[in-house]
């Protein structure tokens, strides 16, 4: 590179200035100065391979300590530093996954043992998978109510009835119970296989295309359906179960129908429970700073509600719903039906992708907060283990809790040993304490669910934040939220995805396309309509999009340049086209002309001779007489005082001219102000086939009108697919192309400075820039 001056202050960056002077690169240029490799050494597929099964001692161990992160860490655990504050959060968690999971599992609509269950075998697993150190593995509400969704489709209620004594119509609730189970155990089971399978391919991004609006609208919607689905068990009523879209409006219809028929002790149980559970709630929200461990609430309702239940005979005597029979102890594994696979498919993988995508943020967030990296293909691993394994015990799908992850990280725990802890805490329980629930009442459990699903509304907040921020993301969490509650869960996601993919592909489809002009003094090229130091350069367009050009807005480019440019190229095309049409026919004139003039030549030549003869015989009669054939083809002759001429018939030759020229000067006088065209090129990141094929066109249809076209900004990637498409010809060089926008502009003022009106703009930008 030639750089004959450098300078530069470093004092102050205020008063920083630098000073380059070199010379004009083009890419051929640039590929000679920085020396560009045209091949790049990247490895095969086959060493690849060979490399990930090679069978070293070193290979093994990072191989081993890859997937199983337990033992990268465990190892160095330090009791001192880590032990006391994972021993209280870990208890913390524990208490706190004894109500969530028995509540939990009537949203799973299983039995609440099952719920504990669920709190207790896959916590093991990610205590030996998993990289995040606060996530609290287990039940969740938005999982939960879609697991519910499927157990109740495959396991209706009215499966299930059968005649009782004088003619009554009796529900058999232990083999509707048992159903359920299997079809909840066979949803996680394939849910856990597709969450293992999409780690080891190393597809943890898929989560990238759920957007967080898209998320926390859902999780929104689906907190509804659960707030829904919890009212039945508050208000003591069993309304019928609809399925398929708009199911949500039509439950709160037959509730509302159900309404006089509501179980006044089992509404009183409801509302002492959510009094009792909002106020003790925010007081730990209010004085957490000063309280060593937040108030159990929902521990201390759930033995308050058993008590009271068993001390008044709730159930015999007021007929309120009870939880029933807790066997203790554990099950022995099962492999789940899988029969019911074909039925759950598409139920099982969105419910992998929400539980990842909720796992997966609040695994980031406090990585992000405590200085620590999360590995999303292996937290994508953990998690469909947890889940494969899970559904071996007849456990639901789980996923992380924002609620006990929060208890988790504030109450001291530092790594997943807390978690341990708190699954040691349910697994005494199921041994031990689990019967002793046998008579809490269900409207307790769903007053706790419904008091935990406050944070999840809380989202609804969002909306006045993005109405500020970007309404385009505010318009995908409303549209979630509606199509989650209206459409259901699997529909309403399936249908917010695709939406969200849409305003994408609407936003690449409508950027926003500018003329750039330069800011006086420097090599800076800014857009006109938002910078009013930013000049546009007479003779030159320089063209931005906002976004990639590719195959669906590639049209939509090259009409935005012909309508920024004020160049008419069909039309300059035109009116060219008619002057060499006029051309040909002057030509065509011109050549008949000469042809009638040879002609009379002759005619007259023949009368030259027949007039010297009749001259010679009336000579001696004294008379004069003259023949002139001048250079036009005319012939003149006298004879005495007569004067005869001979003129050949032709249309008026200035007539023609005079309108070749004035289509002339309008074809020049459209783009007498614009010789050069340079589009920017820089947002662009790859190049398909259709593109490269409207980027010739450019070229070509400019090049018809005497307009060049230049590109600058091009990424090397982009280069290298040019090349490879064979975009580069005699026609279209490669010189074409320029590294930035001013080393363009510059070339263009270099083959225009003969022009006079130009050359004093030239004077104004030279090569040197100061800034």
């Keep these: 590179m030639n750089m004959n001056r450098t300078g530069m202050g470093v004092s102050d960056h205020a008063g920083a200035t630098f000073c380059v002077e070199r010379i004009i690169l083009d890419e051929l240029k640039l590929d000679e100065v920085a020396q560009r490799q045209t091949e790049i050494q990247r490895s095969s597929l086959k060493e690849k391979i060979c490399d990930s099964v090679r069978c070293s001692v070193g290979q093994w161990k990072i191989w081993i300590l890859k997937w199983i992160p337990l033992l990268s860490w465990i190892l160095q655990y330090s009791v001192r530093e880590n032990g006391l504050g994972d021993l209280v959060s870990g208890v913390s968690v524990g208490i706190m996954h004894l109500p969530q999971g028995m509540a939990y599992a009537l949203l799973a609509s299983v039995p609440p043992v099952f719920g504990l269950y669920t709190s207790f075998y896959p916590v093991l697993v990610y205590f030996i998978f998993g990289t995040s150190r606060h996530v609290s593995i287990g039940t969740f509400a938005v999982i939960s109510i879609m697991i519910g969704s499927v157990s109740e489709r495959l396991a209706p209620d009215d499966h299930f009835l059968t005649n009782g004594t004088n003619g009554s119509v009796v529900m058999d609730t232990e083999a509707r119970d048992v159903q359920r189970v299997k079809v909840a155990a066979a949803t996680t089971l394939l849910c856990g296989i597709f969450q293992v399978l999409l780690g080891l391919v190393r597809f943890g991004f898929v989560v990238t295309y759920l957007s967080e609006p898209l998320v926390r609208g859902y999780t929104t919607g689906a907190a509804t359906h659960v707030i829904i689905s919890q009212l039945k068990y508050m208000f003591g009523v069993s309304p019928r179960r609809f399925s398929g879209p708009l199911q949500l409006l039509y439950t709160l219809v037959e509730l509302g129908r159900l309404l006089p028929q509501t179980h006044i002790p089992t509404l009183l149980i409801s509302l002492v429970a959510l009094t009792a559970l909002i106020i003790v709630k925010e007081i730990n929200s209010c004085y957490s700073h000063r309280l060593l461990l937040p108030v159990p609430i929902e521990l201390i309702v759930i033995i308050a509600g058993t008590l009271v239940s068993h001390y008044a005979d709730l159930r015999t005597v007021n007929g309120v719903d009870v939880v029933g029979e807790i066997p203790s102890g554990l099950v022995p594994p099962r492999v789940p039906e899988v029969g019911f696979f074909s039925s759950v498919v598409g139920d099982a993988f969105a419910v992998a992708v929400v539980g990842y995508a909720i796992n997966i943020s609040l695994g980031k967030t406090f990585a992000l907060k405590h200085g620590y990296k999360v590995d999303s293909n292996q937290e994508l691993v953990a998690l469909g283990l947890s889940n494969t394994i899970g559904g071996f015990f007849q456990c639901y799908s789980v996923t992380s809790s924002m609620s006990r992850s929060l208890v988790q990280e504030s109450t001291g725990g530092k790594t997943q040993v807390a978690g341990m802890i708190s699954a040691f805490i349910v697994f005494i329980t199921v041994l031990k304490l689990g019967p002793l629930f046998e008579q809490l009442p269900t409207a307790a459990l769903s007053s706790i669910v419904f008091v935990n699903l406050k944070g999840m509304f809380m989202q609804c907040r969002d909306i006045p934040a993005l109405w500020k921020s970007n309404r385009v993301d505010l318009l995908v969490w409303l549209v979630t939220f509606f199509c989650t509650v209206l459409l259901n869960l699997d529909l309403g996601l399936a249908a917010s995805i695709i939406f969200t993919l849409l305003t994408v592909i609407c936003r690449t489809q409508r950027p926003r396309y500018s003329l750039l002009g330069r800011v006086s003094d420097t090599e800076l090229y800014l857009e006109t309509e938002s910078y009013k130091e930013a000049k ?15 195959y669906a807005n590639a049209e939509l480019y090259q009409e935005a340049l012909l309508k920024k440019s004020g160049i008419n190229v069909p039309k300059l095309l035109k009116l060219k086209k008619r002057k060499e049409e006029e051309e040909k026919a002057k030509k065509k004139q011109v050549k008949e002309q000469d042809k009638q003039t040879g002609v009379l030549r002759e005619l007259a030549n023949r009368m030259m001779v027949s007039m010297k003869n009749v001259s010679e015989s009336v000579h001696s009669h004294g008379t004069d007489q003259e023949c002139i054939i001048n250079d036009s083809g005319i012939a003149t002759v006298t004879h005495g005082n007569m004067n005869c001429s001979f003129q050949p018939e032709q249309d008026s030759e200035e007539e023609n001219q005079d309108k070749t020229d004035t289509h002339s000067s309008s074809c020049d006088g459209v783009q007498e102000h614009t010789h050069s065209i340079i589009l920017d090129l820089s947002p662009v990141s790859f190049m398909d086939t259709v593109t490269l094929k409207t980027l010739k066109n450019i070229f070509q249809d400019f090049a018809k009108v005497d ?20 975009f580069f010809s005699e026609s279209i060089a490669k010189s074409h192309l320029f590294p930035s926008i001013h080393d363009a ?9 003969r022009d006079q009106s130009r050359s004093e703009f030239t004077l104004e930008m030279p090569c040197v820039t100061r800034l």
Excluded: D, W
């Excluded at 546009?536 to 590719?550: D, E, K």
């Design 536 to 550: 546009t350069i007479p003779g030159i367009t320089i063209f931005r999009s906002s976004a990639m050009i590719y």
């Design 707 to 726: 307009v060049f076209v230049y590109i600058a900004g091009c990424q090397v990637c982009v280069v290298q697919q040019l090349e490879r498409g064979g």
């Design 745 to 753: 502009v510059l070339h263009c003022l270099s083959r225009s400075e």
